[in-house]
C-alpha cells in the first residue's frame, strides 16, 4: 500500500563532474528518464502504469553504479577525501531539494488543512536531515492514524533518506573492502547483497513497512550497482550479446512496470526483476563505446528527461497532491497532461537555475552554499516545534474548518484490542465465559461498542479478533496481508475447540476485497481464481464451514465508503464553499454491488445480514455527519462519534440475531 517513488538519480555527467574520469553514457540518463517516468506516469494515472513504483529500484541501481565508479577510482588514483565527496552530495542534493521543501511549505500554508501541515512540516525537517525514510516508516505503523499518501506532499523525499544513508557509510566501508585481498572481496561483496536481499524477501510479508523504508532491506539494490562499479561481473564483449542483454534488461522494466500493481508483495524477491533489468542495461553499456548506445535511449528526448529527472522526481510528487488536494479542474481533465507539463515545467526552471550553476561552484560559492543550506535547514526545523505545538498554525482557518479537520484524530475505543494475539484477545460484553466471536478487520472494531452493549444486556459475552486487512475468510490467500490465512486457520481452530460457542458475527471493509482486482486468491496455481469470484467463493465456503459446526452466523455489512478522508474533505469543503464528495446512495450501491451479489444467496439460506449502509443512507443521500461532528475519522471508518450515532440500530439489531442463539446453560439438550 500506495508505494511512493524512486530515489533521486546520481551523478549526471562527467563534463560537469571535474574530479571523475568516469566517461560520460547517454543511455544511463536514458535509463533515468525511463525510471522517472514509470513513476510520474504511475502518480498521475496508475492504470496505465500499474507497477512504475519500481522506478525507484532502477534509480538506487543506477546511483550504486555511478558514484561507485567515480569513489573508487578516486580512492585507486589516492584523490578521494570524505570532506570533497559529501560537499558534493551537498551540491548535488541540497539546493533542488531546498527549492521544492521551501515551495510546498509556502503553498502549503495557504491551502493544507491544520492536521496536514503539521504531518509536512515535520516530513521537511525530515528532508533536510536526510531523515524521510524513518518518519514516515513510524506513521506507517499506526494503522488507524496511518500516513494519507494523497496528503503528504514530501512523502516522496523517503527514497532520497535512503540513499544518503547509504553514503553516510559506504565510502568508509569501500575504503576498507579495497585493502582486502582479490579472492575476499568478491565474496564479502555478494555476501551483503544477498544477505540483505534475503531479509527482504523473508520479512516483507511480515513487516511490510520495515522492508519497504528502511536501509538495510534496500541496500542490495544499491550494493547490485556498486558491483557493478568494480567489476564484479565480467564484462561482455560481443555486441550482440550487448544487445541482448540491453534488451532484457529493458524488457524486464517493463514488464514489472506493466504486470506490478499495489497489490504486489513489494519490495523483496519481487525486486528482483527491475533490479536486475537495470543491471543489465548498465552492465550491456560497459563492454563499448558511448556509441554504441541505444537509439531509444540515447535519443536527445530521452537523454534530456534523464538529465532532469531529479528535479521531474522532486517537484511532480507535491504539484501531484496538491492540486488533487484542492480537487483542482487541472487535476481531473486531460488525464494528468496539464499536471505532467507543470512537472516538467518546473523540472526545467529547476535543472537550468538551481542545479546547473551550484553543482560546480565557482571559488568561495561552495562554503556560501553550505552556509546556505544550513540557515535553511536550522529555519525549517526552528519551525518545527512552533508547528506541533500549535497542531498546524490553525489560525489560518475559521474554527469550523479546524473543529472539521480535528475529528481525523480520535481516541478510538477498543483499539488496545486491534490485531492482538489469538490468545489474548479481548471480551466484550458481561463477565461470563464467551459463546460469541467477533471476527474480521479493522471494521470489526467500529462495531465492538454496539456489540459491547448488546452483550452486557443479554448477560454474554464475546470474543473480539480484528486483524489489519484480513477478511473473515478461509482457504484463500491475501496480497495486502500474507498472513491473514494462519489468522483465520487460527480462528478455525478456536471454534473447533471451544463447544461453548455459538454465534459468530462477520465484518470487514467488504468493498476492497469484493472488487475485480482485489486482492483475494483462491485455488491451485493450475486452478487459481482472484479478485471478487475469490472472495465470493472464500466467504461462502467460510459460512458452511461456521454453518456445519453449528454456529449461528450473521454479516456485518459495509458503511459508505469514499475517495477521500471525509473529515478532511469536510473541512475544505467548508473553507472552499466546493462539494467534494459524492454523497449520494447510489454511488455506494455500485461501489459494493459485487458484495451484494455475493452475500445474496447467504440471505436467502437465512443468514442474518445487517445493514449499516441502510441506516446511514435512509433517502438518496447518505449522512456524513451529525451535530456539525463528522461521522467518520478517515475514508471509510467509522469515528467514535460515528459508532455511537449507530448504536441504537445495531446494538437492536444484535440483540436479534443473538435472541436466535441462547447461551449454552439455555440451549436444549442434544438428543
Known sequence: MTHASPARPGVRRTATVAHSTTAYRADIDGLRAVAVLAVVVHHLQPELVPGGFIGVDVFFVISGFLITKILAQEMAQGRFSFASFYARRARRILPALFAVVLATL???????????????????????????????????????GALEERHSPLLHTWSLGVEEQFYLVFPLLLLAWLRLSGRWRMGLLAGAAAASLALAGVLVSRYPNEVFYLLPFRAWELLAGAALAVGAVPTVASPRARTALRLGGVAAIACSAMTYSDATVFPGFSALLPVLGAAAVIHAGSGGSALQSPVLLASRPM??????????YLWHWPVIVLAHYLELPVARAGHGVALLALCFVLASLSYQFIERPLRAPRPGQG???????????????????????????????DPQVVRLDQARDVSRPFLH?????????????????PDTLLWGDSHALLWAPAMEAALARAGRSALLVSTAACPPMVDMRNRINPRCPQVNTAVQQLLEQQPAMRTVVMAGFWSTYFRAEGPIERGSPAQEVEGAEAARRSLQATVRWLQQ?????????????????????????????????????????????????????????????????AWMCPGPQCRLEAGGVPLYEDANHLSPAGAQFLL???????????????????AAPAN
Open 367 to 397: 562554503r556560501r552554499l553550505l552556509g546556505s543550506a544550513a540557515a535553511l535547514a536550522g529555519l525549517v526545523i526552528g519551525t518545527l516545534p512552533a508547528g506541533i505545538a500549535s497542531h498546524g498554525f490553525p489560525g489560518r482557518f
Open 106 to 144: 509556502a503553498v502549503g500554508w495557504l491551502v493544507l488543512l491544520p492536521s496536514d501541515y503539521e504531518d509536512t512540516l515535520r516530513a521537511a525537517a525530515a528532508a533536510v536531515l536526510s531523515g524521510s525514510n524513518l518518519l514516515f516508516w513510524q506513521e506507517r505503523s499506526n494503522y488507524f
Open 417 to 433: 484490542c486491534f490485531e492482538r494475539p489469538l490468545e489474548a484477545s479481548c471480551r466484550l460484553g458481561a463477565k461470563v465465559p
Open 549 to 613: 459446526q453449528d454456529l449461528q452466523v450473521a454479516l456485518i455489512g459495509p458503511v459508505p465508503a469514499y475517495s477521500r478522508n471525509v473529515p478532511a474533505a469536510l473541512a475544505l469543503e467548508h473553507h472552499t464553499g466546493r462539494s467534494l464528495l459524492d454523497r449520494s446512495r447510489q454511488a455506494q450501491d455500485e461501489r459494493h454491488q459485487l458484495y451484494r451479489a455475493a452475500v445474496e444467496p447467504l440471505r436467502t439460506r437465512g443468514v442474518p445480514v445487517l445493514e449499516p449502509m
Open 648 to 666: 441504537p440500530q445495531m446494538a437492536a439489531a444484535m440483540d436479534r440475531v443473538l435472541e436466535q442463539t441462547p447461551p449454552p446453560d439455555e
Open 303 to 312: 537523454v534530456y528527461i534523464g538529465l532532469v529527472s531529479y528535479s521531474l
